[in-house]
């Protein structure tokens, strides 16, 4: 493993999709997790601020490039396309800014990457990769060099790209059991290729940390609406199995690491209760700011749609007749077409009399501007009093059950967003933050409510996730100011010697490092332009559908 000449030092990266300390800190303080407590321990550490809105998509996208979402692009797993109102399914491909795997391949280093969230499909670097999470299937070529699949499926048995389906919404321990086995059966393969291949920088995610947090969460929180006193006694033991397993498995994984390298673990976003469903799209109708056709179709299905016909009431009937297989189809949604001539869907929206509209979990809202979309009705002129006429709604919309605010922030564009992608990216976002409410699915009616009790996932993630770093140069013990999400690149490519590239948003978090290693290594900067363009593409149509029904399964998509 020799060290190309413009990498100075190496750096590996452990992910854990979701973490909080909220969850973790009563068992690192009991000694349940004792990798990771020795890790934080061992050098500096401290809350992570994610980025706005806090999705998965979005967060590991501005980890990867230390950029702002207006900068890479990446908003949620779905988003609106930039001139119409057809929805796009976000991949590798849609990030507009290069991967920190991209600039340490680029400057001689090589690279691996494993699971990391929304690099399907791999793309060529100076090293290898090996995509997990929306990868179409098992089929798809996941790896490069695309010898790298048959090789670690030799070593260490096939990958499991997907989580697993097992007792999901049925029985929660084996749900727990199965995502367990799948963390199990991705080390073999992360142990050989931590072993058996050349790298400067290593990053591997465990990401079903997230999945179950989104199942089990009310088992977790006795505080929960859904907490269940007697399930969670034969739960909860099994749930602390799965995360001294996570530990334990990082344990394995570190001890694989050269002492001279810096180990970087973080989590890409917090975690905490999710309690009800937000029908953003609901409303904005209810508000008359989406409007629907006035065809007889139309009106026959909102009637409809009133009297409660919605794809979430259609679950809970064909759950309580004990419809089995139907349920599947459609909570994943199958044969779309057929659901939305069946159901209210944004092919009812009357767009030419809509002014605004939401596609996301996270409260992105867009406006139907005029000159920008096909049938956009917001003139300049208009723009920003719709804005804050939205925004003030919203901040006033009480949940009627218990007079909370339902929207405690809302955030315009700018305020969030800046840099080459930011116009095609919400004009607002109302941001529940603690997750009590959630908005349900990327587009369509899901239901015939606005707020409701959310079926299915309990958790939902927070803003502030965790970071550690130890290492060479890192004092133990350091406590670190929140830090950003968008801090970790810069820093990673400073520790290795490299340039920060001045568009990164982050900075280099030099209060984790010893006066002496700072005063031998100043921060040097690197004036790069960004050139070529963002966008989706490199996937075929099939692929996306069936990357689709994977974020369906997952809850993501109505
Ligand atoms: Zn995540």
């Known amino acids: 493993m020799e060290t190309s000449s413009r990498i100075q030092r190496r750096v590996a990266v452990f992910g854990l999709d979701g973490v909080t300390f909220d969850l973790l800190q009563p068992w690192l303080d009991e000694g349940r997790l004792p990798n990771l407590a020795a890790l934080l321990q061992g050098g500096a550490h401290g809350r992570l601020r ?40 976000t991949n590798g491909r849609t990030r507009a800014v290069p991967a920190l795997w991209d600039i340490v391949s680029g400057a001689g280093g090589q690279a691996g990457v494993i699971s990391m969230p929304m690099t399907y499909p791999p793309q060529p670097l100076n090293g290898f990769m090996l995509c997990s999470f929306l990868t179409p299937s098992q089929e798809s070529q996941y790896t490069y060099p695309a010898s790298l699949q048959a090789e670690v499926t030799q070593i260490a048995g096939p990958f499991p790209l997907h989580m697993s389906e097992k007792g999901r919404g049925q029985d929660p321990r084996i749900f727990v059991r199965a995502v367990k086995q799948m963390e199990v059966d991705r080390a073999a393969a992360v142990k050989y290729l931590l072993q058996n291949k050349s790298w400067d920088l290593f990053l591997y995610v465990f990401e079903t940390t997230d999945n179950l947090q989104h199942e089990v969460w009310h088992l977790l929180d006795n505080s929960h609406p859904l907490y269940d006193a007697d399930m969670a006694e034969l739960v909860v033991p099994e749930i602390l199995d799965y995360y001294e397993t996570v530990d334990r498995l990082l344990g394995e994984m570190l001890a694989l690491v050269p002492e001279d390298v810096l180990i970087v673990t973080l989590s890409d976003h917090g975690f905490g209760p999710f309690h009800k469903f937000f029908h953003i799209n609901n409303w904005l109708a209810a508000k008359g700011w989406l409007q629907f056709k006035r065809t007889p179709v139309s009106q026959l299905k909102r009637w409809a749609f009133q009297l409660g016909m919605t794809p979430i009431n259609a679950l809970k009937w064909i759950t309580a007749l004990r419809l089995g297989g139907m349920r599947k189809n459609v909570k994943r949604g199958r044969g779309g077409k057929t659901l939305r001539r069946v159901f209210l869907s944004f092919n009812d929206v009357d767009w030419a009399r809509t002014s605004a509209f939401s596609v996301g979990n996270f409260g992105q809202v867009y406006l139907n501007v005029a000159g920008k979309r096909r049938q956009g009705t917001v003139s300049s002129a208009e723009y920003e009093g719709l804005r804050d006429e939205i925004a003030t709604a919203a901040m006033a919309l009480v949940d009627p059950e218990d007079g909370s605010q339902v929207v405690p922030t809302v955030y ?52 502030v996730g965790i970071t550690g770093l130890r290492g060479p140069g890192v004092p133990a013990g350091v406590v670190l100011p929140e830090a950003s999400l968008l801090d970790l690149a810069p820093t990673i490519l400073h520790y290795m010697g490299l340039p920060v590239p001045k568009y990164m948003d982050g900075r280099v978090l030099t209060e984790a490092f010893s006066d002496a290693f700072n005063a031998a290594n100043p921060v040097q900067f690197h004036d790069v332009d960004l050139t070529g363009g963002a966008g989706s593409g490199g996937v075929s149509v099939e692929e996306e559908a069936l990357v689709m029904e994977k974020l369906r399964d997952l809850g993501y998509v109505a």
């Open 412 to 463: 315009k564009r700018e305020e969030v967003f800046h840099g080459r992608s930011a116009s095609r990216l919400p004009d607002l976002v109302l941001h529940t933050d603690r997750a009590k409410y959630v908005s349900f699915g990327h587009a369509d009616f899901g239901s015939n409510q606005i707020i409701e009790p959310s079926t299915g996932q309990t958790g939902h993630h927070h803003m």
């Open 50 to 89: 994610s980025t706005i809105p806090p999705v998965s998509a979005s967060a590991w996208a501005s980890f990867s490039t230390g950029t702002n979402p207006g900068q890479h692009g990446l908003v949620d797993f779905t988003y609106p396309v930039e001139d119409g109102y057809e929805i796009q399914i």
